[in-house]
């Protein structure tokens, strides 16, 4: 059974810092990819960036450029995700996903991801 731990949410204010961090449980897949999603109520689940951590390739949503840094661990299966310049639009639950390999590249669509966290709720106040 493969679980994805994050941690790291939390109440920050606008302009503020927060860092994400998730772990895979299992370390038995092909040549996987992390990423971050989040959602708010009544919106889809969205991209927001994601390491193929064998090759260190990575990629983020516009929305989120300049301000988030995402960062990998090939042999532990954990990411880290370090936001800056927070806005309120920022605020969503953030879920932890793992895809086990063989796009070698980082996707971006929630059905290619195998493996989901249970998320951790990230509110930016004014």
């Known amino acids: 059974q493969v679980q994805l731990v994050e941690s790291g949410g939390g109440l920050v204010q606008e302009g503020g810092s927060l860092k994400l961090s998730c772990a895979a449980t299992a370390d038995s897949f092909y040549d996987p990819t992390m990423a971050w999603f989040r959602q708010t109520p009544g919106k889809e689940r969205e991209f927001v960036a994601g390491?193929?951590?064998?090759?260190?390739?990575?990629r983020y949503a516009d929305s989120v450029k300049g301000r988030a840094t995402i960062s990998g661990d090939s042999d532990k299966k954990t990411i880290a995700q370090q936001m800056n310049s927070l806005k309120q639009e920022d605020t969503a639950v953030y879920y932890c996903?793992?895809?086990?390999?063989?796009?070698?590249?980082?996707?971006?669509?929630?059905?290619?991801?195998?493996?989901w966290g249970q998320g951790t709720q990230v509110t930016v106040s004014s």
């Open positions: 996903a793992l895809e086990v390999g063989g796009y070698h590249e980082v996707v971006v669509r929630t059905h290619d991801y195998d493996y």
């Open positions: 390491i193929w951590l064998s090759a260190g390739k990575i």
